[in-house]
């Protein structure tokens, strides 16, 4: 069945540094792509998607690409800020109703 | 904005007691889901519906049970509570296939401790 791997944490970096969360999926057809983050205390927001290969998702100075070559759609931002600490979680939609979601991979940043 | 409202965000029940947790979205959102979130499990998925009475089960159904007799409300149910269901319990709901991408909005949790 489908599946989502992604990296293990914690990921633990100062501020301004660079930053790349791995996930790599399994499905049959065309899944749509997604990355979630969790803040300490709350529910889970939506922070980027991309629905086909090659798009890119962006929002907040994360990015990710969907690479069907691959199986990725790895969450990168160029410098991290401290406010940027919480849980972020990779999803993916493969044409049923629910999201499969991966473990969530905990980011903790410091000043 | 999307909003779905957990009606707690903090329980505390005793090992046999009853528990509802209910959930409303103001949407209009085909799908409701329950997941449960554990430290090193990530989110794992209870019940989900896709329409008015009607459910489905998740990965991890036993131990619970669901209702949804209005579309935006989504109730979950534990008959009794043991204490290895002490979670996080989320609520979330999208657009139906039709509609949607598939992209999940989710209340902002409730933390039930089963003593």
């Known amino acids: 069945g489908d599946s989502v791997t992604q990296m293990e944490g914690p990921v633990t970096l100062s501020e301004e540094a660079f930053l790349t969360i791995n996930c790599t999926y399994t499905a049959t057809g065309y899944p749509s792509l997604f990355w979630y983050v969790q803040y300490p205390g709350e529910g889970l927001q939506l922070l980027l998607k991309?629905?086909?290969?090659?798009d890119k998702g962006s929002n907040k100075g994360f990015e990710a690409t969907y690479r069907k070559e691959t199986t990725s759609f790895h969450l990168e931002k160029g410098s991290v800020q401290v406010s940027d600490s919480a849980v972020y979680f990779c999803a993916l939609s493969g044409g049923g109703t629910a999201l499969i979601f991966g473990k969530g991979t905990t980011l903790s940043v410091s000043s | 904005d999307v909003k779905v409202t957990q009606s707690s965000r903090y329980l505390v029940k005793r090992t046999g007691e009853k528990v509802f947790l209910e959930c409303v979205q103001d949407m209009d959102h085909e799908n409701m889901f329950w997941y449960r979130q554990d430290p090193g499990l990530g989110l794992r998925l209870i019940y989900f519906?896709?329409?008015?009475?009607?459910?489905e089960k998740g990965d991890i159904p036993e131990g619970y049970s669901v209702s949804r007799e209005k579309k935006e409300r989504f109730s979950l149910i534990l008959e009794s509570a043991s204490t290895n269901q002490t979670s996080m319990y989320l609520c979330?709901?999208?657009?139906?296939?039709?509609?949607?991408?598939?992209?999940?909005?989710f209340g902002e949790g409730s933390r039930l401790t089963v003593l």
């Open positions: 519906s896709y329409d008015v009475k009607m459910k």
């Open positions: 991309a629905t086909k290969a090659d």
């Open positions: 979330a709901s999208s657009f139906g296939l039709a509609r949607g991408t598939g992209e999940l909005f």
